[in-house]
């Protein structure tokens, strides 16, 4: 539902409310936050008094310039506030459509083992929920009893429902969501007014939404602009007295409104609006502009391999049997190793051995102690009650463990490990206590694609870094396949955060992807942290947006909408400030040719007369802000390259563009004017 509403771009609903909202901006109260555009104002306001009331300024008053000036300063500022409101417009559609989805639900809570009727909004942090097949959940939370599969098209638009179980990375669920099928009991993680679609809604709503750092320091340069364009008009009047020429203050006025950088003043929140809304149409929510605007500037990336780099349903495929061992030997201690873990590589060993017509004895697990799968140990297993210690996992992890209890090493085992790591798959290793039987293949594939992917953020000069638990051997064999800078294996997940650290630490920023619990810590310390929305809220918490479809690889394209953002606001600054440049050289001699001839040598563009000029200025000023709004909203055109050939290519475009537009724009409508002034 939220898909099919992200898709529709621009209905007439929004258009017609954001026409509404663009006279209602202008209220002073709400224009005072953006300078340019209030100093705008109060220039029309002036000109309206001038206009009303000519005697009483002792200004003889040209009604029909002074009025015309007006309405070109009026339309101004409605398209500015136009542009901001158009932007804002779908995340308020979006938000209407979430809060309509936002139905008071009962909840089944539990009380000392009774089930008590409540209403949702009642529940808080702690308490915990059953949930039946067909019921909502009425809370974020986390299952901690039972497994069900969830629908959760109200929040990801994705209709095949997801199975959540109690413990590991897949626990977590959200409210609103709803039980397809079976029953869990869930711990609510969240108080009222703080759930994961209360949050969804005021980031759509826009009602969170702070400047980010980069826009307070673009629009202190352009407050610092308006401020001495200010000072030069306000003493232009006294020196034109001077050499005779008398300049009345409406003409002050609309030369002001020219000079000052009103198209990216207009733009900029539009552009920033935009920018955050094109992050959401991608079914990424940002938690806020400054972490969209972080991934434009990314340095560095962390990639998992298993998952974001490979497709990650790593499915065992062969049993490779070392020194003494032969195929159903080690099929059957493997399957022992797998028979609770609940890892796709553990039930896959299962389905492998079946697959392969082999069996072993079941009687054996019985009463058994399980040993579950930790990314620190990179084994599991299980320890049987006659005493033997099963267990599979990392050849390396497992050659130690082996070691440790005065075993030895098959000399086949090495060739073995290479044979599988140089192909890319991921070799476990099974033992029974000082002996090891042989080999897992776990076979994984590389993402279609990936390569030229990786070849585009090299050359915006971004690292990648790929992290793997796996060993050196395939891990070099995958960063080589999928073309990765760097890559660290046998990584475990604290080094992730130490990998952050020390780029961070060079002035680099720096982006990741997770899910697990364990992720959190290193997906809060990165600069941009991507979280899935199937893993733990810790995770979801930390991090400073989440991919609703969970797909890690969507790193990628994050950065590209960052980096398409901070260029569609630096192009737009480009062309406002270089439009201006182009204004004054119109309005400049014509104010002047009268009384100072030579002058009219710098009138370069033969408008019709001065206050032609200046209307034809004015208006060329205003009409350019709703010309430019699809490029604000859309963005610019982007290519992947380095930023300094970005730059170098802007400045051209937009810098050259920007000064040889208003020469012909402002001559054109001086040609109108003249005809009628
Ligand atoms: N179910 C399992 N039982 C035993 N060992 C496992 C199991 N799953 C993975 N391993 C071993 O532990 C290692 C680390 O696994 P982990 O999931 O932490 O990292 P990874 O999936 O290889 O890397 P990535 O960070 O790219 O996801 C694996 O390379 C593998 O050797
Ligand atoms: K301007
Ligand atoms: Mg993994």
Partial sequence: ???????????????????????????????????????????????????????????????????????????????????????????????????????????????????????????????????????????????????????????????????????????????????????????????????????????????????????????????????????????????????????????????????????????????????????????????????????????????????????????????????????????????????????????????????????????????????????ETRMSGIDLTDGRHVRKGSVDAVRQWVLAQGGEIPESLMQETNRIASAGGTPLAVAVDSRIFGLIYLKDTVKPGMKERFEQLRSMGIRTVMCTGDNPLTAATIAREAGVDDFIAESKPEDKIAVIRREQAEGKLVAMTGDGTNDAPALAQADVGLAMNSGTNAAKEAANMIDLDSDPSKIIEVVAIGKQLLMTRGALTTFSIANDVAKYFAIIPAMFMVAIPAMSALNVMRLGSPMSAILSALIFNAIIIPLLIPLAMKGVAYKPMSSMKLLSRNLLIYGLGGVLAPFAGIKLIDMLVHLWV
Wanted: aromatic share 6%; glycine share 10%; with cysteine.
């Fill in 1 to 375: 539902m939220m898909n099919q509403q992200r898709k529709k771009l621009l209905t007439r609903e929004i258009v017609g409310q954001a026409v509404i909202d663009s006279v209602v901006k202008l209220n002073p109260k709400v224009m005072m936050r953006n300078p340019v555009m209030f100093v705008v104002e109060i220039g029309t306001i002036v000109v309206l008094l001038l206009t009303m009331f000519p005697g009483y300024f002792g200004t003889e008053g040209r009604l029909g310039f002074n009025l015309t000036v007006f309405f070109t300063l009026l339309f101004t500022l409605l398209f500015a506030n136009f542009a901001e409101a158009l932007a804002e417009g779908r995340g308020k559609a979006q938000a209407d459509s979430l809060k309509s989805s936002k139905r008071e639900v009962a909840a089944n809570k539990l009380v000392d083992s009774k089930i008590v009727i409540v209403l949702a909004a009642e529940l808080r942090k702690g308490d915990r929920v059953v949930v039946e097949q067909g019921e909502m959940i009425p809370g974020d939370g986390e299952v901690i009893e039972g497994l069900a599969s969830v629908d959760e098209s109200a929040i990801t638009g994705e209709s095949a429902p997801v199975i959540k179980e109690a413990g590991g990375d897949f626990c977590s669920v959200t409210g609103g969501t709803k039980v397809v099928s079976d029953r869990i009991v869930v711990r609510i993680t969240s108080d009222p007014g703080e759930s994961f679609i209360d949050r969804m809604i005021s980031l759509v709503e826009g009602a969170k939404r702070q400047k980010t750092p980069n826009e307070i320091a673009l629009n202190t340069l352009l407050t610092s602009l308006t401020i001495i364009f200010l000072l030069v008009v306000v003493t232009l009047a006294p020196i034109a007295d001077y050499v005779g020429v008398h300049i009345e203050i409406p003409v002050l006025i609309a030369l002001l409104v020219c000079l000052i950088p009103t198209t990216i003043g207009g733009l900029l929140s539009a552009i920033g609006i935009a920018g955050m809304d094109r992050v959401t149409q991608f079914n990424v929510l940002a938690m806020s502009g400054k972490a969209v605007e972080a991934a434009g500037d990314i340095n560095t990336m962390i990639l998992d391999k298993t998952g974001t780099i490979t497709f990650g349903n790593r499915m065992a495929s062969e049993f490779a049997p070392v020194g003494q061992a032969d195929v159903q030997e080690l099929a059957a201690w493997a399957a022992i190793s797998s028979v609770k873990d609940e890892t796709p590589e553990g039930r896959s060993v299962l389905e492998l051995m079946k697959l392969q017509g082999l069996s072993y004895d079941n009687a054996l697990t019985e009463g058994g102690s399980f040993i579950e799968f930790k990314a």
